[in-house]
């Protein structure tokens, strides 16, 4: 995965957490060269239902997920570490959800904007 692109999300990020009216995104950067990438939904016990949450690693030429947890796909997803035989899934998983956080920032900053 090019990590440009993962880099230009995260700068637009303003905060760990971005709130929409289905749920929230969070971007954490951890450790070294470590993130975690996760849209949230509250479930009924007021406990986080990830949909996904995805782990990996970043260097200055590529972001790599290495972990998957999927509470709403139907069976329950989770890849705990990063193999060739699952890495099609995670990278698949990975792009989907950058892309629908991506969304989310645009529509953020279009509402920030149109509140100045």
Same mark, same amino acid.
């Given at each position: 995965?090019?990590?440009?692109?993962f880099a230009r *999300?995260?700068?637009r990020f303003t905060d760990e957490k971005l709130l929409t009216n289905e749920g929230f995104?969070? /971007?954490r950067l951890s450790g070294k060269a470590q993130f975690e990438l996760a849209?949230?939904?509250?479930?009924?016990?007021?406990?986080?239902?990830?949909?996904? *949450?995805?782990k990996g690693t970043f260097s200055e030429k590529?972001?790599?997920?290495?972990?998957?947890?999927d /509470?709403?796909?139907?069976?329950?997803?989770?890849?705990s570490q990063r193999a060739s035989e699952n890495a099609a899934v995670l990278d698949k998983?990975?792009?989907e959800l950058m892309e629908k956080c991506e969304q989310a920032v645009a529509v953020n900053e279009t509402a920030q904007e149109a509140a100045r």
């Open positions: 995965m090019d990590y440009e692109r *999300l995260q700068a995104y969070r /971007l849209f949230i939904k509250t479930g009924p016990c007021g406990e986080s239902v990830y949909q996904p *949450l995805i590529e972001a790599i997920p290495t972990y998957l947890l /509470l709403a796909a139907q069976p329950m997803t989770q890849i998983a990975f792009v």
